[in-house]
Each structure stands twice: as C-alpha cells, then as structure tokens.
C-alpha cells in the first residue's frame, strides 16, 4: 500500500509557495493588479500543484510532474479552447486568457521536482490532523486559482453627470489609484478623463467606465460617466459563472447603469466609504500600457 507523505508537505519550501498563493489570489490581485501578480499565481501554482500530487505517490513524481507539464501547456494554448467551449455549453462559466508568456512559469518545475525530491528523504513524524488541514488548504489554494472569470465588452454610452460637494483633490484621495503610475495628484487635477473600477454586488461584476471628471470651484465636482466599458463577471468556486448574471449586464439599460454607478460610486464617495473604489488616469494608463 502506498504511504501517503503528509509530511513533506509542511516543509518550508511548499508552505511559503503556498502562502504566496493565496496571498497573491485573494489581496494581491485585488489590491495592485498587474504583470506581475498574475505570473505569480502561475509560478507560485505550478510549484505547488505537482509536489501536492506527489505526497499520495512519490514514486511516481517523474511522471507527475511531466504530466503537469503537458496539462499546463494545453491549458494556455488555442487547443483547448473547444474543451473550454464545451464546458460552456453545459452552462458553466469558465476562462482563460492565452498568453505564451506564461509558460515561463514552467521553470519552477524542475526546482519544485528538486525540492520534492530532497524533502523525500527526510522522514518526520506528521499528526494526520496537520497533514489533512494543509492538503485541504493546499486543494483550495490550487482550486482557488482556477475561479472562472468572464469580461464582457460593452462599449455602452451613458452621458450621466454628478455633481460632489468636495474639490477635485478630495475626491482623488478619496479614492486608489488602480495603478502605480495614476497616483500622480499634480497631472490628476489638470487631466480630464478617467477610468473609474466600482463593483454590482448583484451580479458579482467588477464594472469598468471612462468619465469625464471637472472642478467646478474649490468646493464642487462634477462627474460625467460617459461609457460603460466592461464587465469582469467572478463566478464561484466549483460551479463556474452563472449565466443569468451574465444576461443580466449584456441588457442592462443606460439608465440601469445610471442608478448602479450612483449607487455603487457615488454614494460611496459621499458618505466617504469608498476604500474598494479604484481609478486611472486615462493618458497615463494608455501610455505606460502600451507596448
């Protein structure tokens, strides 16, 4: 009968890359989106994903570490999109975004196989009780990763105006800048158009518009949302994105809209609980964005 090896998987080196993981997927995503966050996730995963397998046969970890090699590769390539296509058509949510680039991430396996390979030799007594919390949390952190996620291009014009009884610099401190290079005050307060991010609890989308954003005096600001971008609708763990949610924001009205971005914006940034509200400068995005 082959031994499970719960122990090696509360070595330093799988609990860091497992930390990482997790904290990556759940505050650093999140909180400063970017190149880099999203290859973490990937090198982070792909250390983490075949040493987890290979605890229930280590005998076999050649093979399994191959095996996720090859499962890696067609994931993030055009030939699984009829599978990805399938699942869809069964009325579960799932995505992925192919970029070769990503299959650098494939360069932690043979430093994840060495430390698998090293921490086998060692033998230590682990209680189940600890072996099982960490592999429960381990299939959640690889599963986790795995969320579905579905942007939807709208494009949609709205016109709308706001007005905010605060100055145009209260109204940026108010809020985070979605990137590094948008927490610029001195160009913020001279430039005009704006990306603002707000969330629809509703449908669990994260909503992406360009405003037009004005002082009027030291005291008054006005808001202009002139189009609805997009949508990045989060489905659940498991179950994929529901399909209603879906079909709800492709036929939301302008005027919907209208009612969502005041209520899930602006009346944030009046009653000054706009901590998860983010935005960018347009100029500076577009620019540090462009290859």
Not at 126 to 142: E, K
Not at 211 to 237: K, P, Q, Y
Not at 250 to 278: A, G
Request: with cysteine; net charge negative.
């Amino acid at each position: 009968m082959t031994q499970i090896r719960f122990d090696i998987l509360s070595r330093l080196g799988f609990l860091t890359c497992l930390g990482l993981l997790l904290v990556n997927d759940f505050y650093l995503k999140q909180a400063c989106a970017n190149f880099w966050t999203g290859k973490l996730s990937d090198f982070a995963g792909l250390f983490i994903f075949p040493y987890f397998i290979a605890t229930f046969r280590v005998k076999s970890a050649k093979e399994i570490y191959f095996i996720s090699a090859l499962l890696f590769v067609f994931w993030k390539s055009e030939f699984s999109q009829f599978m990805i296509e399938f699942v869809r058509s069964e009325g579960i949510g799932i995505n992925r975004v192919i970029d070769y680039t990503d299959l650098a991430a494939l360069l932690i396996l043979p430093i994840s196989y060495k430390e698998l390979q090293k921490q086998a030799k060692k033998h230590a007594e682990t209680q189940i009780a600890i072996g099982l919390i960490v592999s429960t949390i381990s299939l959640f952190a690889i599963l986790a990763t795995t969320v579905p996620r579905e942007e939807i291009v709208m494009n949609s014009p709205v016109g709308k105006v706001y007005e905010l009884q605060m100055s145009k610099s209260e109204f940026f401190e108010s809020l985070q800048p979605g990137s590094r290079y948008s927490d610029t005050l001195s160009k913020n307060l001279t430039d005009s158009s704006f990306y603002l991010y707000f969330d629809i609890p509703d449908y669990r989308a994260d909503m992406k518009v360009l405003s037009t954003i004005t002082a009027e005096s030291a005291t008054t600001t006005f808001i202009r949302l002139d189009t609805v971008l997009s949508a990045n609708i989060t489905g659940r763990l498991l179950i994929g994105i529901d399909e209603d949610h879906s079909e709800s924001i492709r036929q939301i009205t302008p005027e919907r809209f209208e009612q969502y971005f005041e209520e899930n914006f602006i009346e944030k940034i009046r009653n000054r609980k706009s901590e998860q509200l983010y935005y960018d400068n347009k100029d500076l995005y577009e620019f540090y964005r462009t290859p």
